[in-house]
């Protein structure tokens, strides 16, 4: 601005997740983490052909001016949208076997 750097940070607020099934959105604060620590997870009750899960996040910025250095929040600055490539809901199917006991030789 007028020849000044002007710095803007974005911070993620809330994250609203649609998982496709017609059930009610997750709305959270939480960004969970990575796979194996994973803190939201959802249950679809029935398989699907076809689902794409959308996440829509809400992020603040925060806007420092290039002069005089003071700063201000803006809550809801920007939203953005991902949606997943379409995935296919299955229900699991377990199978118990002996298969441990035989390669402990037993």
Excluded: C, I
Aim: proline share 7%; charged share 25%.
């Amino acid at each position: 601005m007028f020849d000044h750097d002007v710095v803007v940070d974005f911070e993620a607020t809330s994250f609203k997740y649609d998982f496709g099934d017609g059930t009610d959105p997750l709305v959270t604060t939480d960004p969970s983490e990575g796979f194996p620590v994973m803190t939201l997870n959802h249950v679809y009750l029935e398989p699907r052909e076809q689902v794409s899960v959308v996440l829509e996040t809400t992020w603040k910025a925060r806007v420092v001016h290039p002069v005089t250095g003071e700063s201000l929040t803006v809550p809801s600055a920007l939203v953005t949208v991902e949606a997943s490539a379409p995935l296919e809901v299955r229900k699991a199917k377990g199978y118990l076997t002996d298969t441990a006991e035989e390669l402990m030789g037993r």
